[in-house]
């Protein structure tokens, strides 16, 4: 079984810092994509960043140049440093992985619980 374990997030002022992180619990063959999406009340889920296997990064336009992604698909882990939060930053920031889990089973998305970023003064 993959679990997504996350840890970081809280409460900050604007402008603070808020650093998340997230390893894999549990045995996965192939990671194809790692990274972080958040929930913002009344909203969808939208991504904030990913990195895949091939090294190529992804982020949101509203994060691009205060959030900055981190991690290795060998080392399983996917670190999000949050620079300059703003109040629209405030979500429900959830780890997202694309990958096998056996070498003859089929892709899956796996998804950790979530962690509360708020932004507030």
């Known amino acids: 079984q993959v679990q997504l374990v996350e840890s970081g997030g809280g409460l900050v002022q604007p402008g603070g810092s808020l650093r998340l992180s997230c390893r894999v619990s549990?045995?996965?063959?192939?990671?194809?994509?790692m990274g972080w999406y958040r929930r913002a009340p009344g909203k969808q889920r939208e991504l904030v960043a990913t990195?895949?296997?091939?090294?190529?990064?992804n982020y949101a336009d509203s994060v691009k140049g205060r959030f900055a992604i981190s991690g290795d698909t060998g080392k399983e882990t996917a670190d999000l440093q949050m620079n300059s939060l703003k109040f629209e930053d405030t979500a429900v920031y959830y780890c997202?992985?694309?990958?096998?889990?056996?070498?003859?089973?089929?892709?899956?998305?796996?998804w950790g619980q979530g962690t509360q970023v708020t932004v507030s003064s």
């Open positions: 990195f895949t296997s091939g090294d190529r990064i």
């Open positions: 997202f992985l694309h990958g096998k889990r056996l070498p003859w089973g089929s892709e899956d998305d796996y």
């Open positions: 549990g045995s996965i063959f192939k990671i194809d994509e």
